[in-house]
C-alpha cells in the first residue's frame, strides 16, 4: 500500500516505480531533477515534488523543479504516454505554468517597491502568455489573469478594469456557477469600494466555502470599510480559528 505522504515516480520502460517519502526530501533539488528526467516523470509528477517542497515553505526548491521542466516541453510531447493523451499533456503543462505564476504572483504583490516588484510581475506576465498560448479558453487561466490584475495594484483603474473582464469571462465560462469567479468579483468589487456589494457575494461564499480564508477575511475588512466593527470582528475572528497566523487578520483585529 503506498503512503499518502510519499510520491511515485514510474522507472520508464519497467513495470518497476520509485518511491519517494516527502520527510526524506533533500535539502538540494539536483537528485530529484536528475531522477525526474532520467525517467521522463510525466508532468504530473513534477507538480507532485514541487508542491511537496511548498508544502515544507521551500520556495527556491519549488521554483527550481519548475523551472527545469518548463523549457522541456518539447522533448515530454514526444513521448508515448502523451501521444495517446494529448489532453493530458495540455493539463500537464498548464498546472506546472500556473504554479510558477502563482509564486511569481505572490511575490510582486507581497513587495511594495515599485522597482523591486518588476521582475516577479514580468515573470508572472511570462508564465501566463505561455498559458493562454497553450489553451486560451481554459478557466484557470482567465482566472489567474483576474488576480494576476486585482494583485497588480499600483496601476489601480487599468488593473480592476482588466481584473473585471477576465472575472466576467470566466463567470460567462461557467454560466455564472464558478465560485472562483464569485470570489474575483467580490475582491474586485471591495478594491473599487463597492463595500456593500462586495459583502453580499462574500457572504454567500462563505456558505458554500466555509474554510476558504479569503471569505472570512473579504467579509471582515468589507465589513470594517463600512463601519460595523460587530460583524468584521467575527469574520476575523473567524479567519484566525481557520488560520491563527493569517497576518492581515492579525492586524485588522
Known sequence: EMSKSSIIVPVRGRSDFIEVFYDELPEDPSDVIEMLRA??????????????????????????????????FDVYEMQDFYRKDKNEFTAGRLRILYLLFSSSTSAFVNDLDKETREAPRQKAQD????????????????????????GDCYQVQIALNNAARYADDLSKKFHHHSLASSLATATILFHQTKYVHSLRVFAHLIQVMPQRISTHLGLGLGALAIGDVVLARLALKRTLMINPKNAVALVAT
Request: glycine share 0%; aromatic share 18%; hydrophobic share 50%.
Open 127 to 150: 508564465f501566463i502568455r505561455r498559458a493562454d498560448e497553450i489553451n486560451h479558453e481554459w478557466p484557470p487561466t482567465m482566472l489567474c489573469k483576474a488576480y494576476f490584475w486585482i
Open 39 to 72: 525517467e521522463l516523470a510525466p508532468l504530473e509528477i513534477w507538480s507532485q515534488f514541487a508542491v511537496a517542497y511548498l508544502s515544507k515553505y521551500q520556495e527556491r526548491q519549488f521554483s527550481n523543479i519548475l523551472l527545469s521542466v518548463v523549457d522541456a
